[in-house]
């Protein structure tokens, strides 16, 4: 007889500002891949995970957001609209942006990659990857240099719910990093996955 395995995921109801906070052990499995040269800045930085997570490997980096949800730590360069015209230029862009139906990801992908000088590397579902529109629209304007699915697959719950003191267990959706190398000559888009070790 085969055993059968307990399924054990959550569908989250959508939170405040599309806001989701990613396990910091995306970033460092991200870290083990690719490097990044200069200052680094999140737009969309929500309580700090990947600013800090950067911080401890090495790097200059900072965060913004339209609510200051970080506690104003050294590193916060305040509240502002990332898609506005106030957007901070960076060497490069890594970032958990709010998805919206995809369309407040691809915005913030799009505002990226105007400001970014060498990388921008984004966390989002794998499903932003499968969209025809973006197909024939952000992926044909804009082709990534590599996607790095993440295992084992991360839990993404809501912020608020984290913040009233949920755990984070479980999760349904997959994940990965798109990764813009905007110093690389275009070889066509590289495919991988990050395993918890490298």
């Known amino acids: 007889m085969s055993e059968t395995k307990t399924k054990n995921a959550h569908v989250w109801e959508r939170g ?14 991200l870290l083990q891949v690719e490097r990044f040269v200069g200052h680094i800045h999140d737009p969309c930085c ?4 990947i ?6 490997h090495g790097y200059a ?18 509240t502002t609209d990332f898609l506005g015209p106030s957007a901070m230029w960076a060497d490069n862009v890594v970032m958990n942006p709010p998805f919206f139906r995809g369309k407040g990801a691809e915005g913030f992908i799009r505002k990226a990659l105007q400001v970014a000088r060498g990388k921008v590397a984004v ?46 267990t479980g999760g349904n959706p997959d994940f990965c990093w798109i990764v813009w190398s905007l110093t690389e000559a275009s070889a066509g888009t590289q495919f991988n996955w990050l395993r918890a070790k490298q």
């Open 61 to 78: 980096a900072s965060g913004s957001d339209l609510v200051d949800r970080a506690g104003s730590p050294g590193w916060f360069k305040g």
């Open 16 to 29: 405040d500002l599309d806001w989701y906070v990613e396990p910091e052990r995306c970033t460092a499995q």
């Open 46 to 49: 929500g309580q700090g995970n």
């Open 123 to 168: 966390f989002t579902e794998v499903r932003f990857l499968t969209s025809e529109g973006r197909a024939e629209g952000l992926y044909r304007d804009h082709p990534p240099t590599r996607v790095w699915m993440v295992t084992p697959r991360p839990s993404c719950p809501p912020g608020e719910f984290l913040k009233a003191g949920g755990k984070a």
């Open 51 to 56: 600013v800090r997570t950067l911080i401890a």
